[in-house]
């Protein structure tokens, strides 16, 4: 079963909405988070990346004033009665719409949500601080669940209503929420989906177990009804969501001479020149060096059927290229290696090469659905960066107080 429950959201009021709702703190970088806040004081990046504003080692305090501002004005609005929301995104001719609710930490402990990727100690840290000094969820997790009707029919009631906010940010994304305090019949709905899978969002999640130990460790008078031992998540069904690649670039051929590099790849990758930027089957790999396009076709027998991580194309980069040929052995922690977001396109990685960031970029086929659903059934871990899911949840739209 999966355990949700509705919440009272902390969230703007709806002509502020707009303004307020920002991309997740993690896609961007500092100086664009800085940029985006100059530009629009209400952002919610002041909150999730306060360190946009000021110095590192006040940036919690500069987030805790911020949401104390964003309230004060009434710029932020708490609800006083529990809901779920009805989330729909937009983008083009995709449309993918989920339930927003609070999840069971402790389903999450039993792997009953399940992941997929590893999570970096530091990262789980920055998050946890954050959620603690706050006392507050800031962003969406972002989990699957295999298709229901039932959940779907009662999502298609609450379409009909009038929507809490309605808007497009900057990149064409329609954004709409609904509010229903009609949950009982969802909560039932749910207690029959078996799990849920984290699509985005594990180091939010592993923070959100972290805040909650560290809460309860301190008063031992909560139990597991506490708000602290539950997290605020979009729901979404697995046949409404589109993945994209998560490309690579690398900084430099390790000191290979560029027909010694193409050389090794060779080894176990037929090479031909190329005038195509995306791969268009499992197993071709497209690679941009020296202002040129090459394509790669993987050109290794399996003696048997690989296991559900072997067969992953992020996988036969890194164990046939990446480390046999460039000597990235830990994509975790090598600092040579840079992951660019398929919702970014190939001209990135072409920008990146160019300028001299990087020497090479590879552009990968999508991880599909069915690869993440059996890695995370069969308990095991994707390479780091393996998903890229487009269009995403923004932040700031509904926030839960722990």
Known sequence: MSLIKP??????????AKQVSSVPYDVIHEAEARDFVLENPFSFLRIT???????????LEKAVSNLEEF????????????????????????????????????????GLIKKHEKTRPDKVEDRTRHM????????????????????????????????LYDFACPKGIQHTVWKTAST????EAFADVPALYVADGHHRLESAAQA????????????????????????????????LAYNRTVKDKSGLTNEQFLEGISQNFIVTKSDRSKPAYHGEICMYFDKGWYDLRFSVDYLIQPDPIERLDVTILQKYLLEPVLGVKDPRTDERIG???????????????????????????????????????????????STWFEPKLNDGLLIYPI
Do not use: W
């Not at 990346?49 to 940036?59: F, K, Q």
């Not at 937009?90 to 069971?104: E, F, L, P, R």
């Not at 560290?214 to 046949?239: H, Q, R, W």
């Open 7 to 16: 919440f009272c959201a902390l969230r703007p009021v709806p002509d502020k």
């Open 49 to 59: 990346r306060p360190e946009a504003e000021t110095a590192d080692c006040e940036s």
């Open 71 to 110: 309230k004060s004005n009434g710029i932020l609005i708490e609800d006083t009665e529990p809901s779920y929301f009805v989330y729909r995104l937009k983008a083009g001719d995709h449309v993918q719409t989920g339930i927003v609710a609070c999840c069971s930490l402790d389903e999450y402990d039993a």
């Open 132 to 163: 603690l000094a706050l006392r507050a969820q800031t962003g969406l997790i972002f989990l699957i669940f295999r298709g229901s009707a039932t959940i779907n029919t009662l999502i298609e009631q609450v379409l009909v209503e009038e929507p």
């Open 184 to 187: 009982q019949k969802i909560t």
């Open 212 to 243: 909650r130990n560290e809460i309860m460790a301190a008063d031992p008078t909560l139990d597991k009804t506490a708000d602290c031992n539950y997290v605020m998540a979009g729901l979404f069904p697995a046949e409404d969501l589109q993945i």
């Open 339 to 385: 992951f660019v977001g398929g919702g970014r396109g190939t001209e990135e990685l072409e920008r990146i090469v160019d300028s001299g960031e990087a020497q090479v970029a590879f552009s990968l086929y999508p991880t599909t659905m069915e690869d993440l659903l059996a890695v995370s059934d069969a308990g095991e871990i994707m390479p780091p960066k």
